[in-house]
Nanobody, 118 residues
């Protein structure tokens, strides 16, 4: 089985920065996209950003555009999320995800908590 594991979450003040990492383990697989989602208490999980594996092109939700940056390391199937200028509304559990054979979001990490205090 394929497993994704996030790390790097924590507690920061408004305006601070965090860098999240997501690494894959288990069987070898091909993926078209990897990305990040987040979920705050009482809210639905929402899309944050994605990166296309073949060419490195990226997409960002408007709420994080200009503040967050997704990047990848090809050799070990790892993605990163650099989070700058954090706001309290960024507080959520952040999940790493990868697409499966049908280009659907199939593989998910367990999540890492990001808390931004005022």
């Amino acid at each position: 089985q394929v497993q994704l594991a996030e790390s790097g979450g924590g507690l920061v003040q408004t305006g601070g920065s965090l860098r999240l990492s997501c690494g894959a383990s288990g069987r070898t697989f091909s993926t078209a996209y990897m990305g990040w989602f987040r979920q705050a208490p009482g809210k639905e999980r929402e899309f944050v950003t994605q990166i296309k594996w073949s060419d490195g092109s990226t997409v960002y939700a408007n709420s994080v555009k200009g503040r967050f940056t997704i990047s990848k390391a090809n050799a070990n199937i790892t993605v990163y999320l650099q989070m700058n200028s954090l706001k309290p509304e960024d507080t959520a559990v952040y999940y790493c995800a990868a697409t499966g054979p049908g280009a659907l979001w199939t593989y998910w990490g367990q999540g890492t908590q990001v808390t931004v205090s005022s």
